[in-house]
């Protein structure tokens, strides 16, 4: 008897433990308490994330000539928030696409000075300056940051592109115009550092959608509420 009685008192107990801890759990949970130790996205008591958009590496050193004929480097980017694309002005295909989805970023930003855009020609021996230069009026490439950025060779744009922004560029089909190249979006910060939202399951994107393609949509309109994220900086 004295040991069923025993039985009983040891499960009494461990009943009394599980609803103290369930309790309290639950208590914790409606303060928010809890806090999410995931090193991409800790969250603050009132749930609100204290490092929005994840940073990766440095953009690499770079020197090209805009189409106004200037020499322009990753220095003349500094303090300023960018964005970077590759394109050619020949592109039968996603190019045309991409740069009216830039347009409306440039509109968005038209006044700030501390904004600009990197778009860099996979083309250099046909985009001259010249033809950069008209390229930007038939498009109407206004913002005084935006620099359409030619003057090297195809290995060496090639090479900054894959390597260094590890944003596909390279030698394609004809129906692409003989060169491929991605249709994404890098954003780059004050300091040159690529960044990027998450996604919903808190992994960083690294770049933006600039076209719908598979079943998802574009991501310009994240694209521009990240790019003020960061000018707030």
């Given at each position: 008897m004295n040991k069923k009685y025993s039985y009983i008192g040891v499960?009494?107990?461990?009943?009394?433990?599980?609803?103290?801890v369930v309790r309290n759990l639950d208590s914790r949970i409606n303060d928010n308490d809890l806090v999410q130790e995931d090193r991409l996205n800790k969250v603050d008591k009132k749930g609100t994330s204290k490092n929005d958009l994840y940073t990766f590496n440095k953009v690499?050193?770079?020197?090209?000539?805009?189409?106004?004929?200037?020499?322009?480097?990753?220095?003349?980017?500094?303090?300023?928030?960018?964005?970077v694309e590759f394109f050619f002005s020949t592109?039968?295909?996603?190019?045309p696409l991409m740069n009216k989805k830039m347009v409306t970023i440039q509109d968005k930003f038209a006044s700030n000075s501390n904004f600009g855009i990197a778009s860099f020609s996979i083309t250099p021996d046909i985009d001259t300056p010249e033809v950069l230069k008209e390229y930007a009026k038939v498009n109407q490439i206004t913002h005084k940051n935006w620099h359409l950025l030619t003057?090297?060779?195809e290995e060496v744009v090639y090479d900054l592109a894959n390597k260094g922004f590890k944003l596909f560029a390279g030698k394609g089909a004809e129906e692409h115009g003989g060169f491929e190249h991605s249709g994404l979006f890098a954003l780059v910060d004050k300091e040159g550092n690529?960044?990027?939202r998450k996604d919903e399951y808190?992994?960083?994107?690294?770049?933006?959608?600039?076209?719908s393609e598979q079943g998802f949509a574009d991501q310009v309109k994240e694209l521009k509420e990240d790019i003020k994220i960061l000018?707030?900086?």
């Open positions: 499960s009494f107990i461990i009943l009394l433990f599980g609803i103290y690499p050193d770079f020197e090209f000539i805009d189409q106004n004929g200037t020499t322009i480097s990753n220095k003349d980017y500094e303090g300023k928030v960018y964005v592109c039968p295909t996603i190019c003057g090297k060779g690529i960044r990027s808190g992994n960083p994107i690294m770049y933006y959608r600039a076209l000018l707030n900086e």
